[in-house]
């Protein structure tokens, strides 16, 4: 088993294969997009399934997908089967902005991938124009129905922004009444590819739990699953359940068991960090599996005890988008 500087197990790969999206919400990036990375910068799919074999030997178990959206790079479907076969791994799911999903869901099923996690900040279509700046809801609505019907693990995640969609935090906790999926609250992070800071301390957790708690009084707390980012809610009688996730907090870091790897290639050990080691040039200068595997090792010990301590270890003023992190 991995583990950490501070004691912590490492068993969950968050892989980006591609900084580009066929959106462009607000909270994310630029309204313009941003410059996007050359093909020859991005981590092949035979990188990546290399580094993914060396992680789940070093006792990585679960790999998620990521994006920019995933679904935008050509020949996903070809790397995820090939991902699914690696031995090691107990989990490979996915996070996507559901445009282009509904069509692959059942191949998608077909090979195992148990979980989806779904952007969604809204459930009106003129408010998810406003925030993604493209009216392709119904594409996204019918992905939600599909992974259900076929009986997909579903997460919604809404990033709860001030003065943009507060006001869908209780028509999202309603679809817990009926479906069985998780809707999770997300504080607004800072990563929007521009400057200054997010909106976070506006609508923190504990301010969307009292939101939710005074419309759902019967409101209860259940069980977190270890090393949970989110605090799980249910309200009595309700199929699904509620999650808030205190990004901008930070209040999990004492149980993060996750690692981020970039687009091109960055090793993340803190959502926060600037990156702390580039497997994509380690890989291109020819070192050996061994060799890279002694170099992650060697990251790992070193991370940092939190997000805020890793923020304060970078310089500058301008937030990179989510994009080019990694979700």
């Not at 069509?103 to 969604?120: T, V």
């Not at 004492?254 to 040039?281: A, F, H, M, Q, W």
Request: overall charge neutral.
């Amino acid at each position: 088993m991995l583990v950490d500087n501070h004691g912590r197990a490492i068993n969950y790969l968050r892989l980006a294969v591609t900084d580009r999206c066929n959106l462009r919400c607000a909270y994310c990036m630029p309204a313009e997009g941003l410059d996007w990375l050359a093909r020859k910068e991005l981590l092949s799919y035979e990188e990546m399934i290399r580094l993914c074999t060396i992680l789940a030997g070093m006792g990585i178990q679960k790999i998620r997908i990521t994006g920019g959206e995933p679904f935008v790079r050509r020949d996903l479907m070809t790397f995820i089967e090939a991902l699914v076969q690696l031995p090691g791994l107990d989990e490979v799911n996915i996070t996507t902005n559901g445009v282009l999903t509904a069509p692959l869901i059942p191949q998608l099923k077909a090979l195992g991938i148990h979980s989806l996690n779904l952007s969604l900040d809204t459930l009106d279509r003129n408010r998810f124009y406003a925030i993604t700046r493209r009216d392709v809801f119904p594409a996204v609505w019918t992905s939600l129905q599909m992974a259900l019907q076929h009986e997909m693990e579903v997460k919604i995640n809404a990033v709860v922004m001030d003065g943009k969609n507060t006001q869908d935090i209780l028509p999202l906790v309603a679809l817990t009444k009926e479906l069985p999926l998780s809707v999770r609250f997300i504080e607004e992070m800072p990563f929007n590819g521009s400057n200054g800071p997010g909106s976070g301390i506006t609508w923190n957790y504990q301010r969307i739990h009292a939101a939710i708690l005074k419309a759902h009084p019967a409101l209860y707390k259940i069980p977190d699953p270890p090393s949970s980012t989110s605090m799980n809610y249910q309200i009595p009688g309700y199929r699904g359940t509620v999650g808030i996730i205190a990004a901008y907090t930070r209040s999990f870091c004492g149980s993060c068991n996750r690692i981020r790897v970039t687009p091109e290639g960055l090793l993340k050990t803190c959502l926060y960090d600037g990156g702390v080691l580039n497997i994509k040039d380690l890989m291109r200068m020819g070192l050996s599996d061994s060799r890279l595997e002694a170099e992650l090792a060697a990251a790992f010990q070193h991370r940092y005890r939190s997000g805020w301590e890793a923020e304060r270890s970078l310089t500058g003023s301008v937030h990179p988008s989510m994009a080019l992190i990694g979700g």
